[in-house]
């Protein structure tokens, strides 16, 4: 079974400190690897993806992945209220259309 | 920037009733998807279409539900004889067809089955 999984939290980080998301995936037939922030009530936005090894930047967004280890993470520097949300993880298979979402982990950033 | 358009963005019907969930995906977007997200649980796929027809889809998408794309531009999601626990938020998503492409998901249709 193709599985995704986060940890639901919440995470909570004071304002200006790193966030750190995780997030593993169960078939090493996984290609492609997003990340998602959610606010409650509207539709996912795209943060980033990532789809070789090794970090890819973008702003305070650092996607990071290492597929021996089956495990893909999402970096968030000097975090701001407004990061506040649920961050989903989705993987897409080689060959396959379907992508996979993970449950989600809310962050919350204090002021 | 180019945005995938949902409407209704609230659908309330009766049990038993057919609804009609419409989208106009991003308009160089090759593939297009329907995705289901019930109150608090994950976000659910339901089926993916590509050169006219299905090209994958769950097992929640029995036959009750079936899609289509009528014209060059609109695809739509029908739910032939709603349930109560049919009642979730809809996301339509379409993506290019390069390898790596991301989706991207419209604002969504809440659908609320009385």
């Known amino acids: 079974q193709k599985e995704v999984e986060q940890n639901s939290g919440p995470l909570s980080v004071p304002e200006g400190a790193i966030a750190s998301l995780n997030c593993t995936y169960s078939?090493?037939?996984?290609?492609?690897f997003f990340w998602y922030r959610q606010y409650s009530g509207k539709s996912p936005e795209l943060i980033m993806f990532?789809?070789?090894?090794g970090d890819k930047e973008d702003g305070r967004f650092t996607a990071q992945l290492n597929k021996a280890s089956q495990y893909v993470s999402l970096l968030i520097r000097d975090s701001q209220p407004s990061d506040s949300a649920t961050y989903l993880c989705?993987?897409?298979?080689?060959?396959?259309?379907?992508?996979?979402f993970g449950s989600g982990t809310k962050l919350n950033v204090k002021p | 920037e180019p945005e995938v358009t949902q409407t209704p963005s609230h659908q309330v019907t009766q049990m038993g009733q057919e609804v009609i969930l419409r989208c106009v995906p991003i308009?160089?977007?090759?593939?297009f998807y329907w995705y289901r997200q019930i109150l608090g649980q994950k976000v659910e796929f339901l089926v993916s279409f590509y050169n006219n027809e299905i090209s994958e889809k769950s097992e929640i998408f029995d036959d009750q539900f079936s899609v289509e794309r009528p014209d060059g531009s609109n695809f739509t999601l029908k739910i032939r004889s709603t349930k109560l626990e049919d009642s979730a938020m809809y996301f339509c998503?379409?993506?290019?067809?390069?390898?790596?492409?991301?989706?991207?998901f419209g604002n969504g249709t809440r659908l609320t089955v009385t």
């Open positions: 990532i789809y070789s090894n």
């Open positions: 078939d090493r037939g996984s290609q492609s």
């Open positions: 308009s160089n977007h090759l593939y």
């Open positions: 998503a379409s993506r290019e067809p390069s390898q790596y492409s991301p989706l991207h």
């Open positions: 989705a993987v897409r298979l080689y060959n396959f259309n379907k992508f996979y």
